[in-house]
Nanobody
Framework: QVQLVESGGGLVQPGGSLRLSCAAS????????MGWYRQAPGKQRELVAV???????NYADSVKGRFTISRDNAKNTVLLQMDSLKPEDTAVYYC?????????????WGQGTQVTVSS
């Protein structure tokens, strides 16, 4: 079994910054794409940023230039640096990873961390 544990959410004023962290643990042989998604009240979950095992990154248009995704393969961790935060960034942020256990590749989600941008 694999667990993804997120941390770093909270309340921040508009224009502020937060850094989210997601650490994977358990029966891990390799990890493919890792990424962040978010879901605001009454809306569907949407992609924020992804980082492939090959080093490619992709961002939602709404966060380009403000958010930066990075990963530490040695620690099975993916980070999301969020700068110039706006009220519309308020959502529950979820980490997702494609994890191989030597036999299968499965998709795992974290439990989510709340990010609130408000004055």
């Amino acid at each position: 079994q694999v667990q993804l544990v997120e941390s770093g959410g909270g309340l921040v004023q508009p224009g502020g910054s937060l850094r989210l962290s997601c650490a994977a643990s358990g029966s891990i042989v390799n990890i493919g794409t890792m990424g962040w998604y978010r879901q605001a009240p009454g809306k569907q979950r949407e992609l924020v940023a992804v980082f492939t095992s090959g080093g490619t990154t992709n961002y939602a248009d709404s966060v380009k230039g403000r958010f930066t995704i990075s990963r530490d393969n040695a620690k099975n961790t993916v980070l999301l640096q969020m700068d110039s935060l706006k009220p519309e960034d308020t959502a529950v942020y979820y980490c997702k990873a494609h994890v191989g256990d030597g036999q299968y590749v499965r998709q795992y989600w974290g439990q989510g961390t709340q990010v609130t941008v408000s004055s």
